[in-house]
């Protein structure tokens, strides 16, 4: 891992720059990440030693602070090159954010210093089992100036690489709290398992919390950030639709690509796969949704900025509202984009060598991180009878 401080990016024009001159460094190594399962350590360490990873720092802390939209485009800029290359940062954001809605000034001074210096936040939020995804089985007891950790956590993405890993648990009173952890903490075992046939580097397994025993002022009151409205759980979706925004780009552009070198089908009366007329209807459909998602994506962080200075029940919801939107056709165009790119290229797309098919796998496991199905309905509720959509991670 790195041993030197990461660059500090100033500004959001300078986040957007190096977001793009690190998706072109890795494209030639993107089919590989997903044979192999595996992100390179020295792809991790670029990544964060950009400054990525700390882009939305307070600038009171000495961070760019970037708006939403900055930081949705550098997400979807990343997995224009690798899906899991841009999902193992998502919590990280999401936990920077925890971290400036539950923290103490002294937390605040701790963390985002980490942050700041490359260090970086995997998650161990997710559980197997349970009647729903809400239900947490990780229990967190206070012993003095302590807290005792047990449990077991699934869907840990980006623990391989990261240096800490936040543990959501349940305490005594039955109130969630976040409690962070160094990866290599006695108590605390980061296993290997993840098997999905999409997004197979992201390291998003299991983590095994045995009497992890951990100072008390490491522990973030996370069951706040739900109590009264916040942003919170719209920045999480974001993040989400984000990725999937960028799946859909990365795989129009290989649609390209595979377009010009395909030949033209034998009924077509063109010679070329770039004049037939059929494959020319699809590529424009596809423009017109890819963009049609960058603009539901930017209207959402317009929304979640907008809420984030002084959030109550209607600018949150609004906020969520406007999220749902953009993860719905995120969803939608990532599954056809990365469906037509195996189509237009005809059957040499699918050879070995390609790996054209991980954008497919990829959107196809991404966009089951929360169940899309349902967001028509609470933008219909929403809409036609002023019903504030419920206030969690997942709408």
Known sequence: MMTSPAHVIRTDEEAIQQAVEFRDSVLERAAAIDAERVIPQDIVDEFS?????????????????????????????????????????????????????????????????????????????????????GDLQTKLVHDGDEVVVNGRKFYSTGSKYAHWIPV??????????????????????????????????????????????????????????????????PLAQITTAAIDLGIARGAFRE?????????????????????????LNIIGRLDIDIRAAEALTRESAHAIDAAKPAPDEQNVAA????????????????????????ELGGARSTLGAKGLDRFWRNARVHTLHDPVRWKPYAIGDYALNGTLPARHSWI
């Open 49 to 133: 030693q950009r400054g990525l990873w700390a882009i939305t720092i307070p600038q009171s802390h000495g961070g760019a602070e970037v708006s939403t939209e900055t930081l949705a485009e550098v997400i979807a800029i990343v997995a224009e090159a690798d899906g899991s290359l841009a999902q193992i940062p998502q919590n990280h954001f999401c936990l920077v954010e925890d971290i400036r809605l539950s923290g103490t000034p002294a937390q605040h001074d701790f963390f985002f210093g980490l942050v700041l210096e490359g260090k970086r936040f995997a998650n161990a939020f997710s559980e197997l089992g349970g009647k729903n995804v």
């Open 255 to 279: 649609t390209l690509e595979a377009t010009r070198a395909a030949r033209p089908w034998i009924d077509s009366g063109v010679d070329s796969a770039t004049k037939d007329p059929l494959t």
């Open 319 to 342: 906020a969520s509202i406007s999220v749902a939107r953009a993860k719905v056709l995120t969803t939608e165009v990532s599954l056809e984009a990365s469906s037509r790119l195996l």
């Open 168 to 233: 959501l648990a349940v305490d005594e009173d039955g109130r969630e709290l976040l409690v962070f952890a160094e990866r290599d903490a006695s108590g605390l075992t980061v296993v290997d398992d993840w098997s999905s046939f999409g997004q197979r580097a992201t390291s998003s397994g299991s983590v095994v919390l045995e009497d992890l025993r951990l100072p008390a002022d490491r522990v973030f009151p996370m069951y706040r950030e739900y109590d009264e409205p916040t942003i919170a759980g």
